[in-house]
């Protein structure tokens, strides 16, 4: 009889949101960019008659709802820790970036583990998405030995021709002007080889490889880069004017943000077809308790109008 199927490992991505709302369409490529199989999100403001506002696409959602937070709880926390021995593991960096610039960055998003038969890879906060609460990355693996998840490599080949059009380094000023002999000749070849190859190696990365490669629009992938070092500027130091800069990025992904969410709907209008499931997913929105059961169309024969073509000419019976 077989057994239970168990992980080798796991990515889990815990993220305080402010606003998830605003964060969905970035929190869906953040997820596909690191692989995340399991996505822990708190958020005051997520309304518990809106089931359905934070659905990401390839996740099953399981929703809790509180309407009530109890203070107190790192104490509790602490001492339920020494009763039943689990153990709490913290990111060695901050996670919680207080808006204004007075107040200190502090680590209080953690992660409690008891008996689990993976090791903690690592727990370490990225610096993307908006909120105060910078979102924690966990990867529990394999002990020693465990087979590691498949990678693939990817080159952001715009980088790399950019980098490519700069004359000015040492590799290729030590390439000679004229070459007269052979040695000279296998000598320019590699460096010139051993050049381009650590420009490529520079703007690539590894990413697991069942990651979805769909991606933004352009213009909103630039900016959310521009926001991310930003945001990494930001924690590497933490002066008023890179905070102050980070936080207007933040305001300006979430913008966009809510345009390209705009713009995929509208899309979606334009190439949409009368039996798409979307208009049966509108009208079961906006129904009232009270509506009245609309009757099949037939045709003349008494039998069902199912095509487009057909219903124009059935005659609607009760």
């Not at 596909?32 to 934070?54: A, F, H, M």
């Amino acid at each position: 009889m077989a057994g239970r199927h168990k992980p080798k490992n796991l990515t889990l991505l815990s993220f305080n949101a402010r606003g998830l709302t605003n964060n969905m369409i970035e929190l869906g490529q953040c997820t596909k960019e690191y692989g995340i199989d399991i996505v822990l999100v708190q958020e005051t403001l997520l309304k518990p008659n809106r089931p359905k506002s934070c659905t990401l696409a390839g996740y099953v959602q399981l929703r809790t709802d509180r309407t009530d937070a109890p203070l107190g709880g790192g104490n509790k926390l602490a001492k339920l820790s020494r009763k039943l021995k689990f153990d709490i593991v913290a990111p060695l960096t901050p996670t919680h970036y207080p808006d204004d610039l007075v107040s200190r960055p502090s680590t209080i998003d953690i992660a409690i583990t008891k008996e689990v038969a993976l090791n903690v890879g690592c727990i370490e906060p990225i610096h993307r998405l908006d909120s105060d609460h910078r979102p924690v990355l966990l990867r529990l693996g394999p002990p020693a030995g465990g087979c590691p998840k498949p990678m693939i490599k990817i080159t952001d080949w715009k980088r790399v021709s950019t980098a490519l059009e700069e004359i000015d380094t040492p590799a290729l000023n030590n390439i000679p002007v004229v070459i007269e002999t052979t040695d000279e000749i296998d000598s320019s070849i590699g460096a010139l080889t051993n050049h381009i190859k650590k420009v490529v190696k520079k703007c690539s990365r590894e990413v697991p490889a069942s990651v979805d490669r769909r991606k933004l629009p352009a213009d909103a992938l630039e900016l959310l880069r521009a926001k991310n070092a930003a945001l990494r500027l930001a924690y590497a130091y933490p002066t008023r004017e890179n905070r102050s800069k980070a936080r207007a990025l933040q305001r300006r992904v979430r913008a966009r943000m809510f345009e390209v969410k705009n713009e995929e709907w509208s899309n979606l209008m334009e190439d949409i077809s009368p039996t798409h499931q979307a208009f049966w997913k509108v009208t079961k929105a906006l129904k009232s308790e009270g509506y009245l059961p609309t009757p099949p169309l037939k045709k003349p024969d008494s039998s069902l109008a199912v095509d487009d073509l057909e219903k124009p000419n059935a005659s609607r019976i009760a």
